[in-house]
T-cell receptor
């Protein structure tokens, strides 16, 4: 069964450092998403990406964040200068042709900012 | 008012019990509704979509009441493996595809 994969599974970084979280969505999907979940809190939408551009973003997704699809398979989330409050689980998701149905989530990257 | 509101639980039930979870959403224009399941420190996984007419998948039944902006999930004959957090999820707008999650209701099924 096709699945979304994410690397690394756990990333530890120092405050102020840049991190790149990587995702490989399901191969025939067209819509890509990043969500985050701070420990003990709900899953929150960050950004969606379609047709090589951002289609929606939340107020969490400020200038410190960026997304890219550098090739036909990878989808990345970059945090330019990490803050303590960026510590969270980051989930990548993808959806098929309409984007309105099920979103398939990857296993997540746990980001710890020290 | 929160966009998607759920009772956080936990619900502690014995094996074989029937348990019901409720959820309310604030945006009357919401179009798509889902129940996801999340195990501890894992990703959300779709349990079932929720349709206006109500739908059933084995031991799981989901209902939607658009007038009351209310969604429910019924689990019959609970198994130990049903222990998880159940997330009520809404796509709030036809123009958007971002999902809005509730905080989840934790279920613990005990032997």
């Amino acid at each position: 069964e096709p699945e979304v994969t994410q690397t690394p599974s756990h990333q530890v970084t120092q405050m102020g450092q840049e991190v790149i979280l990587r995702c490989v969505p399901i191969s025939n999907h067209l819509y890509f998403y990043w969500y985050r979940q701070i420990l003990g809190q709900k899953v929150e939408f960050l950004v969606s990406f379609y047709n090589n551009e951002i289609s929606e973003k939340s107020e969490i997704f400020d200038d410190q964040f960026s997304v890219e699809r550098p090739d036909g398979s990878n989808f990345t989330l970059k945090i330019r200068s990490t803050k303590l409050e960026d510590s969270a689980m980051y989930f990548c998701a993808s959806a098929g042709t309409s984007g309105l149905g099920e979103q398939f989530f990857g296993p997540g990257t746990r980001l710890t900012v020290l | 008012r929160k966009e998607v509101e759920q009772d956080p639980g936990p619900f502690n039930v014995p094996e074989g019990a029937t348990v019901a979870f409720n959820c309310t959403y604030s945006n009357s224009a919401s179009q798509s509704f889902f129940w996801y399941r999340q195990d501890c420190r894992k990703e959300p996984k779709l349990l079932m979509s929720v349709y206006s007419s109500g739908n059933e998948d084995g031991r799981f039944t989901a209902q939607l009441n658009r007038a009351s902006q209310y969604i429910s999930l019924l689990i019959r004959d609970s198994k130990l493996s049903d222990s998880a957090t159940y997330l009520c999820v809404v796509n709030p707008d036809t123009g958007r595809r971002a999902l809005t999650f509730g905080s989840g209701t934790r279920l613990q099924v005990q032997p």
